[in-house]
């Protein structure tokens, strides 16, 4: 029985992961935005998740009269049968949100939060460009504490051996390996910042969708975007509509200074995260 109570909890346990939607949510295909095909798959599945713990308080139940005699009736566990049509409706609903392109963004804040996923994704390859970078020149610097030290002529000799090898000399190429790897986690940060508070910045969002819809083109048909901070300016093309705009200044209260910034880091450091709310 302990064995039976423990599915019975897990059972119940997942239906409040899942969570609820409206079961048989059937709209036209042709009238369904991306969400509500999810939102269709997510009732469907909630249909057939209700059969399974139905069945599973039944077994739970149908289990306990048999070990002690009771006879349970003809048709006790029909309610946990999944149906046909229930089937059929998960089959569709899948379908749907298979066939759907969730690539193509439907509104200015999707488009914004796929291009600051891309940065990040670009960040996190920078940050361990930079993290190797690092690496090779603080070995090199590390020989600055037997420079410190070598105050007789047998040290001094040793320093001289020392830096005459590979790992305690620094030369141009790591140099410019380091350097590069800086100024792409500034690139990327930037942009990634830019991105999210854009996407979070209600006017812009709507500015571009009210655009987009004057033009009668997706949001998500653009063919390219930049982010300029020192003009705080976005220019967003769509060439395949013949489109192209610049939307400006709407990040000023976003911007970070390098004091913020060695601060965050500091934070971050002592921390572990920076605190919630405003982190300037």
Known sequence: MKHSKLLLT???????VIGSA???????NYEMTGQEKIDYLIGSINDIQDRLIDGTIRSVGAVGYASIGGVIQDGTMDNSYITAEELGRYLEAKDLVMAHDYAIAETAEQLFMQEHTAAMNNLSIAVDDLTAATSVIMTA????????????KPEQVELQSMIATDPYSIDSTEVQEYNDAVAAVEGYAQQ???????????????????Y??????????????TYTQSVDEFVITW??????????????NDMKTAEEVYSAGEYIYQYGALPTGDPG
């Open 192 to 210: 990634a910042g830019a991105f999210m508070a854009a996407a979070n910045n209600d006017e812009l969002t709507a500015t571009i969708d009210s």
């Open 22 to 28: 409206p079961a048989n949510a059937e709209v036209a």
């Open 212 to 225: 987009a819809t004057q033009g009668n083109f997706m949001v998500g048909t653009y063919t390219a975007i």
């Open 141 to 152: 610097v590390e020989v600055m504490e037997t420079a410190a030290a070598a105050d007789t």
């Open 239 to 252: 060439a395949d509509s013949g489109f192209e705009a610049g939307f400006q200044n709407y990040l000023t």
């Open 10 to 16: 897990l059972s119940l346990s997942s239906a409040l």
